[in-house]
């Protein structure tokens, strides 16, 4: 009679340990292996917009926040000054033509007195017309730059987009090359999903994904885009050419790394506004074709 | 999938949401059960709490996926 109840009392024992077992493995495929990650970013290409020309800021066109189509105007560099250098130039290649209309009279001149003159000042006439000619087609080029540089006084949108965090005034002087405002490009808007390593085998390029923004409850439809090609190793510092400098430590507990999965967008429901930086959740459906993930078991 | 809840601004896992409400209900369940001749079958009656808790953890997650989402985002 003792002896029975001992062995009810193990197997009730064993039953209820691998109920246990079975709820933390319910638990583990819900929570650690469905694709599904709550560390997803909405991110968009920026193009930082610089200015070809020195100079002061006359106008500005647009305000901040404000959505652009390409090719539009955003702000005016010193208008008046390469105007001014245009006209410099024009100057000069008058002047250059008027002394070359000059010497080719001259040349034809001497050539029709060849007999009283000696041939060395013939030659020399001569020379002075082909420097002459060069020396015009040295200013055109001039002339064309400073027709160039006026142009790109414009500074104009490279991209469609929104302009953003532009604080751009008139009277503020611009360098060459320095990016006086950031540009989002609206068309490369996407979210990027970072998905824990575990998850990564589950999920193919392709696959349907939702999307839903922090705080908002209507789904974003996307799919899969690419995955991506590499991430840091963080075990290992120094640089190309060097020996491989590997940390001593191997700490006890590891985490999993994080893959940016480039999610592209579909479908944005019409009341829904993404802006780059936002945060989201990002559920993948894989799909049903016959794909077989071995995973390990949580150990 | 109820993925996050979030209260005045701190997004938590929805899971540690669905943990603390299992931890709850078992509280509530541990005191008629403690009135059952339990350790006749047993040999530790608190592994069947924890057996409890486990398994209200996913019923509660499970339930509330399926049912709640379609609730409260129609």
Do not use: C
């Not at chain 1, 109840?5 to 197997?11: G, H, T, W």
């Not at chain 1, 020396?135 to 991209?159: D, M, S």
């Not at chain 1, 302009?163 to 005034?169: D, E």
């Amino acid at each position: 009679m003792f002896h029975r109840q001992n062995i009810v009392r193990s197997l009730a024992t064993l039953l209820v340990i691998l109920v246990i077992l079975a709820g933390i493995y319910a638990l583990w495929l819900r929570y650690q292996i469905d694709p599904v990650t709550r560390d997803g970013k909405v991110r968009a290409d920026m193009v930082p917009v610089a200015a070809d020309v020195s100079g002061l800021v006359t106008d500005v066109r647009v305000a901040d926040n404000q959505t652009v189509k390409k090719g539009d105007v955003l702000f005016i560099i010193d208008r008046p000054r390469y105007q001014l250098a245009l006209e410099q130039a024009s100057a000069t290649l008058a002047s250059q033509q008027a002394a070359l209309a000059q010497a080719v009279r001259e040349n034809r001149r001497n050539q029709a007195m060849r007999d009283v003159l000696a041939p060395e000042a013939i030659e020399q006439g001569r020379a002075r017309v082909e420097e002459l000619r060069a020396g015009i087609g040295q200013a055109q080029a001039a002339r064309k730059l400073a027709k160039f540089n006026l142009e790109r006084t414009l500074v104009r949108a490279p991209v469609a987009g929104t302009v953003s965090n532009m604080s751009l005034q008139p009277g503020v002087y611009l360098n060459a090359g320095k990016p006086a405002l950031a540009l989002v490009y609206d068309r490369s808007m996407r979210v990027e999903g970072y998905f824990e390593e575990t998850k990564l085998p589950a999920i193919r390029v392709g696959d349907p994904a939702s999307i839903y923004l922090m705080g908002v409850a209507d789904e974003i439809e996307g799919h899969v885009q690419s995955i991506a090609g590499g991430v840091e190793d963080r075990e290992r510092v120094g640089a190309d050419g060097q020996l491989a400098n590997v940390n001593p430590s191997f700490t006890w507990v590891r985490l999993a790394q994080r893959i940016p999965v480039r999610i592209s967008i579909d479908k944005i429901p019409p009341n829904v506004r993404m802006i780059p930086g936002q945060t989201a959740t990002v559920i993948v459906h894989p799909r049903n074709d016959g794909r077989s993930v071995h995973r390990s078991l949580p150990w | 999938m109820i993925e996050e809840i979030h209260i005045l601004g701190v997004y938590m896992p929805a899971a540690l949401v669905w943990a603390v409400l299992a931890v709850m209900l078992v509280y509530l369940i541990r005191m008629p059960l403690q009135r059952l001749p339990l350790y006749r079958l047993l040999w530790h009656p608190s592994l069947l709490e924890f057996a409890l808790f486990v398994v209200l953890w996913w019923a509660l997650s499970a339930l509330g996926d399926a049912f709640l989402t379609s609730f409260l985002a129609p």
